[in-house]
T-cell receptor, first 113, second 113 residues
Framework: EAQVTQNPRYLITVTGKKLTVTCSQN?????MSWYRQDPGLGLRQIYY???????DKGDVPEGYKVSRKEKRNFPLILESPSPNQTSLYFC????????????FGEGSRLTVL | GENVEQHPSTLSVQEGDSAVIKCTYS??????FPWYKQELGKGPQLIID?????GEKKDQRIAVTLNKTAKHFSLHITETQPEDSAVYFC????????????FGKGTHLIIQP
């Protein structure tokens, strides 16, 4: 089944404790992206990647890192999480930069205390 | 950068009635306008999209219209059903695809039985 898989789906952590949210897609998509969803703010892009070893900042990159060592994986790293990073995070992928549809994962709800 | 405004934030309609959600965008270079539906506990899913060389597109009960002059596009759902209850996001991109999408803040559509 074609899908984007995120882990963990739910996480409660404390300020400053490094964490990684993994994202994997099995559709051989070139483009991958991370979004955060907050009430009243919609979906905001954190980072994106056009292909392996190519990453770039989105609209809200502060406090996050990403890597794209393999085509299928695009982990989101929070080196020192803070409470303002409490959010619902979505990973998404698309076949290519000019192809419209984004395929989203089911989301990872992160709470930073 | 691009700014996408979406209205209303909440819309309640009687089952069987029509629903209309409106979006405006700021960048006249934008040329791709998708609509995503997010059901409770899931990631957003593309339901329909339109490109700037087309004024209207229909798919069964849903349709999207685009007015490039006014920089305005709308989602129309006819004969609403309970399964239409969800959050709907509009988005705009000038790259022609998933890359560079700016999302609206979302509309919570409630279908009253």
């Amino acid at each position: 089944e074609a899908q984007v898989t995120q882990n963990p789906r739910y996480l409660i952590t404390v300020t400053g404790k490094k964490l990684t949210v993994t994202c994997s897609q099995n559709m051989n998509h070139e483009y991958m992206s991370w979004y955060r969803q907050d009430p009243g703010l919609g979906l905001r892009q954190i980072y994106y990647s056009m292909n392996v070893e190519v990453t770039d900042k989105g609209d809200v990159p502060e406090g996050y890192k990403v890597s794209r060592k393999e085509k299928r994986n695009f982990p989101l790293i929070l080196e020192s999480p803070s409470p303002n990073q409490t959010s619902l995070y979505f990973c998404a992928s698309s076949p290519g930069q000019n192809t419209g549809e984004l395929f989203f994962g089911e989301g990872s709800r992160l709470t930073v205390l | 950068g691009e700014n996408v405004e979406q209205h209303p934030s909440t819309l309640s309609v009687q089952e069987g009635d029509s629903a209309v959600i409106k979006c405006t965008y700021s960048d006249s270079a934008s040329n791709y306008f998708p609509w995503y539906k997010q059901e409770l506990g899931k990631g957003p899913q593309l339901i329909i999209d339109i490109r700037s060389n087309v004024g209207e597109k229909k798919d069964q009960r849903i349709a999207v219209t685009l007015n490039k002059t006014a920089k305005h596009f709308s989602l129309h759902i006819t004969e609403t059903q309970p399964e239409d209850s969800a959050v709907y996001f509009c988005a705009a991109s000038k790259q022609g695809g998933a890359d560079g999408l700016t999302f609206g803040k979302g509309t919570h559509l409630i279908i009253q039985p």
